[in-house]
């Protein structure tokens, strides 16, 4: 029986060439001169840090720009509120990968709301599609592309 996965994974190597690239971009720049500003990337989580809310701002923009230029879709970055102290602000961004089960119940449901004869099965962090007919798995995977779900979703392991 034809199936495929639907997952939601991201390149930790590009991640970590996009947060060297703002680093080295933040050291150049004229703006951030002598504010020992940079980039500090832990695992799924980038620390922004620097002087001024403004220049968070400003680094946050140069972190999406190099992301998105090395093929990182935006909508798995999770910013959350500046904190400012004295004379430091941090922000941290966080990178969301895998398929939540509060998600993966929302995709089944989607699935089988839209009346494609076809099973879905949750799997750790990914959800199996399985159906008689190879279009109706192609009809799938157009639907999950149209619905926002707020996560971008990779479809892999087609079988037939």
Known sequence: ???????SEVDHHEIANAVDQANREVTTRFDFKGTDSSFELNGNVIALKTESEFQLG???????????????DLDCVDVDEPVVMAKTATRNATIR??????????IVKLIKGSKIKVQAAIQGEQVRVSGKKRDDLQAVIAFLKDAELGQPL???????
């Open 154 to 160: 990779q479809y892999k392991n087609f079988r037939d």
């Open 58 to 72: 400003q680094m946050l923009d140069i972190l999406y720009a190099k992301l998105a230029k090395r093929g990182i």
């Open 97 to 106: 990968e895998g398929i939540d089960s509060e998600l993966a119940k929302k």
């Open 1 to 7: 029986m034809p199936s495929f996965d639907v997952v």
